[in-house]
């Protein structure tokens, strides 16, 4: 079973738009994190955001922000006033326990979501 | 600078060749992973390595192997009995720990020819 799903396989807005990206998540963990990462043409992916599982506030750093619901198992990222060079791939991802060593953890990936704004 | 550096930037195979894919981090960190991309797939975990001299399997281990000898440096390689290696390879790096982020290098293009 997928345990991070972004519905949204490609979105085109024009430029100053506003736009969201979805991201819902499932694991059975009572402490897990949940990451944003953004990966420009370039190839290189981005850190944007970390949120822990105990901390529902909604984050705003500039034209971004963030909103996460466990009751929905969902963490969305709103851009706003959507900007050319906000043109990039945007992956969801979420870090849980992973098997018996301690400090095993890894991040599962959603497939991401193709963003593309037009001037 | 810090970061995560990896090489060649493109690569090109003949079918039935090995190739190792080079990835070496400057920030200190324990945890290393190596990413595969496909177009419209996301990032799947191939192998990753808490510390030095241990590593685990990932979603898709077959057909690569890893070495973590020292903590800078987990070069990845592609053996020939990987059926579909083309693809967009993504090192990472990361303090142990759920709650740290993971940086990445800048990933080699292998295509098989």
């Known amino acids: 079973a997928q345990k991070v799903t972004q519905a949204q396989t490609e979105i085109s807005v024009v430029e100053k738009e506003d736009v969201t990206l979805d991201c819902v998540y499932e694991t059975r963990d009572t402490t897990y994190y949940l990451f944003w990462y953004k990966q420009p043409p370039s190839g290189e992916l981005v850190f944007l955001i970390r949120r822990n599982s105990f901390d529902e506030q909604n984050e705003i750093s500039g034209r971004y922000s963030w909103n996460f619901q466990k009751s929905t198992s969902s963490f969305n990222f709103t851009i706003t006033a959507s900007q050319v060079v906000d043109s990039a791939v945007y992956f969801c991802?979420?870090?849980?326990?992973w098997g018996s060593g301690a400090g095993s953890y890894q991040l599962t990936f959603g497939k991401g979501t193709k963003l593309s704004v037009i001037p | 600078d810090g970061g995560i550096t990896q090489s060649p930037k493109y690569l090109f195979r003949k079918e039935g060749q090995n190739v190792t894919l080079s990835c070496e981090q400057n920030l200190n960190h324990d945890a290393m992973y190596w990413y595969r991309q496909d177009p419209g797939q996301g990032l799947r975990l191939i192998y990753y390595?808490?510390?030095?001299?241990?590593?685990q399997k990932g979603d898709i281990a077959e057909g690569y192997s890893v070495s973590r000898e020292k903590k800078e440096s987990f070069p990845l390689t592609v053996t020939s009995a990987q059926k579909n290696p083309t693809a967009f390879y993504l090192c990472a790096s990361s303090i142990t720990g759920m709650n740290t982020e993971a940086f990445f290098g800048q990933g080699t293009r292998l295509t098989v020819v």
């Open positions: 390595s808490q510390i030095v001299n241990d590593f």
């Open positions: 991802a979420l870090s849980e326990n």
